[in-house]
């Protein structure tokens, strides 16, 4: 039983207490032990809270008892990545210059919604520090690794996140992407994350790394995602910059199909990123599936270069935010990588910042014009699988910097374009067999659309691989 309970979504673990089958207790423990099991090797919790978890559980199963489920997740197990605040547990954020003292009253709006909605908090999950990285490891907490190969990384920046749901330490997890940190890990790890439209996932407190930073669901299937965002998307007065109410469910219409819709495929951004041939073909071949459902794909590359200086412009100037009040002895103790990129940040200047804003309101001009022709963009999520634990770039690659590597996924943060990676096998014959990520990418506000061309191919057989 607790094998199977793990291994479960949410939805099957709501249907299962409805029914009586289980209880949210049992669902507990099981994830429990899951971690229990896998924490030693793979590190992905900075906490874990079995004995709030159960009385969580209880009260829980108590309310399916009577009949009375306090919303859409109750009894439903679940973990936050340690840069989003939590009522009752301290949010190092990864660093050992944050201070523990605090009573920690709040909840961020995400998990608030989710304590509305009942669902159970299991833990809070490892992340670089600050998330500045698209690798998870911290001078706090160490390297987290890969549920699939524990030499390898999990990605990041949501990495802890993404490796407890691989592994079933709970179904849905909350990450945050400010350029890639949901998705790069998801594509790590072969499970769905997604990047929704900035603004549908309200925020607080406001990220240093402004509007780049998305909130967004890690899960094992996309309908577990439109579950949980329809959760998280609620309203909150602290985030001025968050959208008005969404449309509707955004399980509604998840089950329509890809029939008739006009998708571009760009398996190279115009050759501007190499991509490992295992992947390609493990991409290619979930593509080629959409178009056998019935949907048009047309071979076809976006009409931009690659913007990584303005994003390094705002990222690194957001790091320098992010550090800026801290003393002489606190900076001694952060990641050496973001010492170095906190120091190019501090030298930008307001026109610099500006300039790279002019970038990034240009780009944001060429994809709404190139969603205008077509519904939505295939990529690969990244050129590679996960290499080595406890590197920023893989070894011999000559680059410097994790966009080096990520080049399919900030793009779409400087847009604010819903995006979301979605499991589509390994990487063959020629790879290690890891897991590889298809990037489906919309139009702004186009939320629902990337869910249901994600869900198409879960239903078609075309995404998810076996656990860990």
Known sequence: MTTELTGLTAQDLVDGYRKGEFSPVDATRAVLARIEETEPALNAFVRVDAEGALAEAGASAERWRRGEPQGLLDGVPVTVKDILLQRGAPTMRGSKSTRTQGTWLEDAPSVARLREHGAVFVGKTTTPEFGWKGVTDSPLSGVTRNPYDTARTAGGSSGGSAAAVAVGAGPLSLGTDGGGSV???????????????????????????????????????????????????????????????????????????????????????????????????????????????????????????????????????????????????????????????????????????????????????????????????????????????????????????????????????????????????????????????????????????????????YESGAAGISAP
């Open 183 to 457: 998705r790069i890990p998801a594509a790590f790890c072969g499970i769905f994350g997604l990047k929704p439209t900035y603004g549908r996932v309200p925020l607080y407190p406001a990220s240093a790394f402004g509007t780049l930073a998305h909130v967004g669901p890690m899960t094992r299937t996309a309908a577990d995602a439109a579950l949980m965002l329809d959760v998280i998307s609620g309203a909150d007065p602290r985030d001025w910059s968050a959208l008005g109410p969404a449309p509707g469910s955004f399980r509604d219409g998840l089950r329509d199909g890809v029939r008739g819709l006009r998708v571009a495929f760009s398996p190279t951004l115009g050759g501007q990123v190499a991509v490992r041939p295992g992947v390609a073909s493990a991409v290619r071949h979930a593509v080629t599936r959409l178009a056998g459902l019935g949907a048009y794909v047309e071979e076809v590359d976006p009409d931009f270069t690659d913007p990584v200086e303005a994003f390094h412009t705002l990222w690194f100037s957001g790091a320098a935010r992010v550090t800026q009040q801290l003393s002489s002895a606190q900076r001694e103790l952060l990641d050496p990588g973001l010492q170095e990129i906190c120091a190019q940040g501090a030298r930008y200047s307001a026109l610099d910042y500006l300039a790279a804003v002019d970038v990034r309101m240009e780009l944001g001009r060429r994809m709404g014009v190139f969603h205008s022709t077509y519904d939505v963009l295939l990529t690969p999520s990244l050129p590679i699988t996960a290499f080595e634990a406890g590197a920023e770039v893989p070894k011999g690659s000559g680059l410097r910097r994790w966009t080096g590597w990520t080049p399919f996924t900030y793009p779409f943060n400087l847009t604010q374009q819903p995006a979301a990676s979605v499991p589509v096998g390994v990487d063959g014959t020629d790879g290690d067999g890891l897991p590889v990520g298809l990037q489906v990418v919309g139009a702004r506000h186009a939320d629902g659309l990337v869910l249901r061309v994600a869900h198409a191919l």
